[in-house]
């Protein structure tokens, strides 16, 4: 399916816990193995008890720890991505093919974009009718026990994607298409809310930069897992508010 990323040559096991935020320790083949955890997160929601850890393995030799942490199975049956690197690649991966709506296949991506001295986005797009649209993503994981089927983000307090909305407004001032995107990472979703109880500050933000324009595009990812590959694609039929 145009538009899937495939992860190769997973391996998995029994996660045993996290730790210091970036290691995560997995039983695999008898053996207690640390895994690199890129995911700044609390994952707050996804460290479960029996939950399965998938694992990808480096092709440097030299490197510290040969694994790291791409997804979980979580006891429920759920899936869900952990590796924070994964999102950009999945929604410019779509970008490129032309899978959704309002971005058609001839756009061109350009990934980690300038827009101002101090930081970059995640995307800019230019469409062939040559208008651009600049886009931020965030990696959405967060189900909360007593809101079933509700994602919501930040997981934790989150100055930095404060800061994000603010330069996607900013953008939007100077007569640009700015556009944040939440791909909800977990197949038990289907609806998106800011996770206001956790940052409030960030869900306050993201009310006022809707106001001025910035649009908001949930994405949902579908899992499906085939002998050692993990195949992401991406759909829409995913519902938000802010509240």
């Not at 039983?27 to 994952?43: L, P, R």
């Not at 479960?48 to 199975?73: D, I, V």
Request: aromatic fraction near 6%.
């Amino acid at each position: 399916m145009p538009g899937t990323l495939v992860i190769p040559d997973l391996v998995h096991g029994p996660l045993l816990g996290r730790r210091k935020r970036f290691f995560a320790d997995v039983k695999f083949n008898g053996d207690d193995v640390v895994a690199h955890c890129a995911n700044t997160g609390s994952m707050r929601s996804l460290l479960l008890p029996n939950t399965e850890a998938f694992l990808s393995k480096s092709a440097n030799p030299n490197r510290k720890l040969a694994y790291t942490l791409e997804a979980l199975h979580l006891p429920t049956g759920a899936w869900a991505m952990v590796n924070t690197q994964r999102p950009n690649e999945q929604v410019a991966l779509a970008l490129a093919n032309g899978v959704l709506a309002g971005f058609p296949l001839g756009s061109k991506v350009e990934r980690e974009v300038r827009c101002s001295e101090e930081s970059r986005l995640d995307a800019r797009v230019t469409l062939p009718t040559g208008k651009r649209v600049w886009i931020e993503v965030k990696n959405v994981t967060l189900m909360e026990e007593i809101t079933p089927g509700i994602a919501s983000f930040p997981d934790a307090v989150s100055t930095r994607a404060t800061k994000h909305l603010h330069e996607l407004a900013s953008l939007v001032a100077q007569g640009e298409r700015a556009c944040i995107v939440y791909l909800l990472n977990r197949n038990d979703v289907q609806h998106f809310v800011p996770a206001k109880h956790i940052d409030p500050v960030y869900a306050k933000t993201l009310a006022e930069v809707v106001q001025v324009g910035v649009e908001v595009l949930p994405l949902r990812t579908n899992f499906h897992w085939d002998n050692s590959n993990l195949s992401l694609s991406i759909s829409e039929d995913v519902t938000w508010s802010l509240a």
